[in-house]
């Protein structure tokens, strides 16, 4: 498997989370979640889309890793048998090759609360503030002058 990504742009949201150090099931699942926390951010504030729309790409996605690590999943297992490899005696192998339930846990920030909670704790994120120019009591005036407009005589 080729890891060289020489040819990822170097501003991208990959060029930057590929520095993540996944020595473990759990680091690689933080990593993941920071992929899907950014991927679910440019589609809300690059892209505009609908939170309806977003849910339904994450769902989506949610079930293409699924399949993607049950048929890889699967295949290592049954390779290993045939190769006279039991992964029952070996506990960082049963994590590794059940990695699909880990990985389905990297989903649990499809909310809007829990993506932004996670940015905030994960990514840095600082949420705008809104700032109100008048009196919270102030009526707001507009002076409009009413004119008629001059006839052409």
Known sequence: MNNDCSDIDPDSDAAVLHTDDC????????????HLALFMLKLREKHCLARNVRNSAVDDLKC?????????CDTV??????AGISA?????LQQVLNVEYSISGAFD???EYKLTKFCKENLG????????????NAKLSVNVSLTRKPSCR
């Open 125 to 136: 994120m600082i949420e705008a503030k809104e700032h109100v120019l008048q009196p919270p």
């Open 88 to 92: 029952d005696n070996n506990e960082q």
């Open 23 to 34: 020595s473990s099931l759990s680091d690689m699942v933080v990593s993941l979640q920071r």
């Open 77 to 82: 297992r049954k390779q290993l048998q045939e």
């Open 64 to 72: 293409v890793c699924s399949v993607i690590t049950t048929t890889l």
């Open 109 to 111: 920030i499809s909310s």
